[in-house]
């Protein structure tokens, strides 16, 4: 089974700030995708990023970024001008390419202090 | 308005007693799954099906039972809950596989006693 490490159960950062979120991973594969989402206080889950494994450039979705690091298994999500609406429950997540199963990492809980 | 729902929302039961929880998606997308989410665990997950008749297990199907005869459905049985099933479970559905945005239902609450 694959797995997906998230280190940080909690953080915190300042409104306007910049906050970066980390996930590891462990896989034979080659050829994956990696997740970000995003689960506020209403517990609806939300496609933040998606990065296909053999892209060698960091997808980015307006505020928010990642840094795939591919040889160090590496996937942390970078949030830049932190707002309110991003306190929330982050998990990251990882799918074969060729496989159907989805996994999940046990998530970080951010906070953004106004 | 697409979206996913499930029902019921919130259900407390107790330990033998089957259940079913429902999933509904109207975006007629192939590829269907459920997760559990417990503290401390993040979402795990418990079945996925890649279209009608079509269903596989994630990584902790025991306990479970899941059928899809129709593309918009896939209920979630639980033939004899035990208190270790006490979750909040999500059902999500994608167009072709779960690496297109995986579209989630808002949850059911299930407390097994």
């Known amino acids: 089974a694959q797995t997906v490490t998230q280190s940080q159960p909690e953080m915190s950062v300042q409104e306007a700030e910049t906050v970066t979120l980390s996930c590891t991973y462990d896989?034979?594969?080659?050829?994956?995708?990696l997740f970000w989402y995003k689960q506020p206080p209403s517990r609806q889950m939300i496609l933040v990023i998606r990065q296909e494994a053999y892209k060698q450039q960091n997808a980015t979705e307006n505020r928010f970024s990642v840094n795939f690091q591919k040889a160090a298994k590496s996937f942390s999500l970078k949030i830049s001008d932190s707002q309110l609406g991003d306190t929330a429950m982050y998990f990251c997540?990882?799918?074969?390419?060729?496989?159907?199963?989805?996994?999940f990492g046990t998530g970080t809980s951010l906070t953004v202090i106004p | 308005e697409a979206q996913v729902t499930q029902n019921p929302r919130y259900l407390i039961t107790v330990t033998g007693k089957k259940l079913t929880v429902t999933c509904s998606q109207n975006?007629?997308?192939?590829?269907m799954s459920w997760y559990r989410q417990d503290p401390g665990l993040g979402l795990r997950q418990i079945y996925y099906?890649?279209?009608?008749?079509?269903?596989d297990k994630g990584d902790v199907p025991e306990g479970y039972k899941v059928s899809r005869k129709e593309k918009r459905n896939f209920p979630l049985i639980l033939e004899s809950p035990s208190p270790n099933q006490t979750s909040l479970y999500f059902c999500?559905?994608?167009?072709?596989?779960?690496?297109?945005?995986?579209?989630f239902g808002p949850g059911t609450r299930l407390t097994v006693l």
């Open positions: 975006m007629n997308h192939e590829y």
């Open positions: 896989t034979s594969e080659n050829n994956y995708y």
């Open positions: 099906s890649m279209n009608v008749e079509v269903t």
């Open positions: 999500a559905s994608s167009r072709d596989r779960a690496t297109d945005t995986q579209y």
């Open positions: 997540a990882f799918m074969k390419h060729a496989g159907n199963q989805f996994y």
